[in-house]
């Protein structure tokens, strides 16, 4: 089976750095991802790891043990439209060759 | 700019009345689909996986006969669901994957469609 644990919600200032954690125990692994939702619109993409180690993309840094189960998604100066949902998912063989399974996702908030 | 559209991005109907939401690839040609589900404060839940050509693939607990999947070109897969009640309301994402691109970013979602079954 397919399990993904992330917080349910965060909460961090403007300007300030926030780590979101993901741990993962799943049937296969290709791959993990993530992905930000704002309310009501789709995911986007944000990071992907398939190597252990740090992935830096500007603000956003992705981080992946794959021997731990575990990432980290960690968001520099924070910015008020920062403030959305963070999904961590996982790429794993299925139908069509591979699928992607989600967490709950993380719904964090900026605040001034 | 987008590259999978889906339509319609709200549909409000009552109770019994089947809806059908389209997800176009708009500059790729999208060997796999998936339809994905989400409730309010939950996250996407995978539904089925989409083949062009061949029957789709169901993930357990989803009915195939309610949540009709058709994916008849490279560029169009479609979802029905039949005979919708309220209990189906929710958001419903499509995704497609571009087999050309790099694995990064292997799967390019829809803007979602908002069902709400009266």
């Known amino acids: 089976g397919q399990n993904i644990d992330q917080p349910t919600e965060m909460t961090a200032t403007e300007g300030a750095i926030v780590q979101i954690n993901c741990t993962y125990q799943t049937s296969g692994f290709n791959g993990l991802f993530w992905y930000q939702q704002h309310a009501g619109e789709a995911p986007t993409f944000l990071s992907y790891?398939?190597?252990?180690g740090l992935e830096e993309k500007g603000r956003f840094s992705s981080f992946l043990s794959r021997s731990k189960g575990y990432s980290y998604l960690l968001l520099k100066e924070l910015q008020m439209k920062d403030s959305a949902s963070y999904l961590c998912?996982?790429?794993?063989?299925?139908?069509?060759?591979?699928?992607?399974?989600f967490g709950k996702g993380t719904k964090l908030s900026v605040i001034p | 700019g987008a590259v999978v559209s889906q339509h319609p991005s709200r549909v409000i109907c009552k109770s019994g009345t089947s809806v059908k939401i389209e997800c176009r690839s708009l500059?790729?040609?999208?060997?796999?689909m998936f339809w994905y589900r989400q409730f309010p404060k939950k996250s996407l839940m995978l539904m089925a996986t989409s083949n062009e050509g061949s029957k789709a693939t169901y993930e357990q607990g989803v009915e195939k006969d309610k949540f009709l999947i058709n994916h008849a070109s490279l560029t169009l897969s479609t979802l029905t669901v039949t005979s919708a009640h309220p209990e189906d309301s929710s958001f419903y994402i499509c995704s497609a994957r571009d087999p050309d691109r790099t694995d990064n970013q292997p799967q390019h979602f829809g803007d979602g469609t908002r069902l709400s079954i009266l």
């Open positions: 790891n398939v190597l252990d």
């Open positions: 500059d790729f040609q999208a060997t796999t």
């Open positions: 998912a996982v790429k794993s063989p299925g139908a069509g060759s591979y699928q992607l399974t």
